[in-house]
């Protein structure tokens, strides 16, 4: 079946950067991309982007430029996340999620979250 | 980039009542991928319906999608109480692929 295990909490300084990871098993992970969604407390979810488990290419939200970097492993079906000068707004859940294979979507599996809180 | 905005914001039913939950997109969605998502509290989101009307592995036939273009739908038709939940649409047609910002139902 497929599993989407991701890394543990983290609590990081305003201007830091964290790097969550992304098990992935159950499937073949670089035939379908791999995608990353926050949720703040209370609030929506909000597309972070998306990963193409083949050759890596990725595309991203536009509030994030400059500041997110999407990576994979295929040697251990890992996928990667890391977002830098991390402030107070970026205090939220982290998922990432098992999208499609030719098409980005849907996203069918998720992993457990991750949450990420930026505090001094 | 393509806006989706849901409605109502909250929905308040009963048990065994039919849900109509919207979803409106500032420009057309390729049908295709046009998803809905179901989440409660403390979990992950779960997919519900993919390509606008396809029910994904599990999900019981009391849930159907339709629609197209720059409207799309989620119908429960009988609720049961482990429906209660926040729903979201999605689209993955072209970057960003935002959320709805969710239709919360409640009891």
């Known amino acids: 079946q497929v599993q989407l295990v991701q890394s543990g909490a983290e609590v990081k300084g305003p201007g830091a950067s964290v790097k969550i990871s992304c098990k992935a098993s159950?499937?073949?992970?670089?035939?379908?991309?791999i995608h990353w969604v926050r949720q703040a407390r209370g609030q929506g979810l909000e597309w972070v982007g998306v990963?193409?488990?083949?050759?890596?290419?990725?595309r991203h939200a536009q509030k994030f430029q400059g500041r997110v970097a999407m990576t994979r492993d295929t040697s251990t079906t890992t996928a990667y996340m890391e977002l830098s000068s991390l402030t107070s707004e970026d205090t939220a859940t982290y998922y990432c999620?098992?999208?499609?294979?030719?098409?980005?979507?849907?996203?069918?599996?998720w992993g457990r979250g991750t949450l990420v809180t930026v505090s001094s | 980039e393509i806006v989706l905005m849901q409605s109502p914001g909250t929905l308040s039913l009963s048990p065994g009542e039919r849900a109509t939950l919207s979803c409106r997109a500032s420009?057309?969605?390729?049908?295709?991928?046009l998803a809905w998502y179901q989440q409660k509290p403390g979990q992950a989101p779960r997919l519900l319906i993919y390509?606008?009307?396809s029910r994904a592995t599990g999900i019981p036939d009391r849930f159907s999608g339709s629609g197209s273009e720059t409207d799309f739908t989620l119908t429960i038709s009988r609720l049961e109480p482990e429906d209660f939940a926040l729903y979201y649409c999605?689209?993955?047609?072209?970057?960003?692929?935002?959320f709805g910002q969710g239709t919360k139902l409640e009891i």
């Open positions: 999620a098992k999208g499609g294979n030719r098409t980005w979507g849907p996203l069918e599996h």
């Open positions: 159950g499937y073949t992970f670089n035939a379908y991309y």
């Open positions: 990963i193409n488990g083949a050759v890596g290419a990725t």
């Open positions: 420009q057309s969605v390729s049908s295709g991928s």
């Open positions: 390509a606008a009307s």
């Open positions: 999605h689209q993955t047609g072209s970057s960003p692929a935002l």
